[in-house]
Nanobody
Framework: QVQLVESGGGLVEPGGSLRLSCAAS????????GGWYRQAPGKQRELVATITSTGRTNYADSVKGRFTISRDNAKNTVYLEMSSLKPEDTAVYYC???????????????????WGQGTLVTVSS
């Protein structure tokens, strides 16, 4: 079963830091594009950051300069380093990734889309 497993959420004080991890598990060949999204209580899910297979990144204006998305292709893992956290960053964070299951999928630009289960980040004193 191909899935994304998230870890790293928790409670942190304002100004603190956390690192979220999103590991692809199961029989996959590679992770293509990946991203992090978040959903605060009573709000719609919003994009936080994305990273392409070649490492190009994109960030929401609200997190630029504070969050860094990265990837480790050998571990099929995407990370989100969060610093200078604010109470308004409190949300459930979800990772999303496009996964190639075989080399033929890579060659033919085929992928499956998966979401992680979500991890809660609470920024509070």
């Amino acid at each position: 079963q191909v899935q994304l497993v998230e870890s790293g959420g928790g409670l942190v004080e304002p100004g603190g830091s956390l690192r979220l991890s999103c590991a692809a598990s199961g029989r996959i060949f590679s992770v293509n594009d990946g991203g992090w999204y978040r959903q605060a209580p009573g709000k719609q899910r919003e994009l936080v950051a994305t990273i392409t297979s070649t490492g190009r990144t994109n960030y929401a204006d609200s997190v630029k300069g504070r969050f860094t998305i990265s990837r480790d292709n050998a571990k099929n893992t995407v990370y989100l380093e969060m610093s200078s956290l604010k109470p308004e960053d409190t949300a459930v964070y979800y990772c999303n990734a496009h996964l190639s299951l075989t080399y033929a999928d890579v060659v033919n630009s085929r992928f499956v889309d998966r979401w992680g289960q979500g991890t809660l980040v609470t920024v509070s004193s």
